[in-house]
């Protein structure tokens, strides 16, 4: 039948942290640019470049999780309709009646 497919926000959550930290650390640069000596620019530009590296594979983990997810969805959707033909043409058809409802109430 059909099985639940496990989520993995911990990769979800992390990436929006690098995320704002990324952001946040960008503000600070800008802000106090200027003021930055020869070794304080060195130190913030490290700082910044590896927040962003870690904001860069945090993201190609969410993408990886996600297009893992769809696949699964995709292979599963495909098992239900294999096994239950008549059951999914009968929902498609019921949605292209709703769906044909809506567009002539316009």
Known sequence: MMEKIP???GT???????LKS???DAEVWLR??????????KAAKAKFEQTLS?????????????VEKTKEAARVTDE???????KSVGLGAAVGV?????????
């Not at 870690?54 to 996600?66: I, W």
């Not at 044909?100 to 109430?105: D, E, P, Q």
Request: charged share 20%; glycine share 10%.
């Open 7 to 9: 989520t993995q926000t």
């Open 12 to 18: 979800r959550e992390q990436l929006l942290s690098d």
């Open 22 to 24: 990324v952001i946040h």
């Open 32 to 41: 106090n640019g200027g003021q930055l000596t020869g070794d304080e620019l």
């Open 54 to 66: 870690s904001a860069k594979e945090s993201l190609g983990e969410y993408q990886h999780t996600v």
């Open 80 to 86: 239900y309709v294999h096994e239950n033909p008549w």
């Open 98 to 106: 709703v769906i044909g409802m809506l567009i002539a109430r316009r």
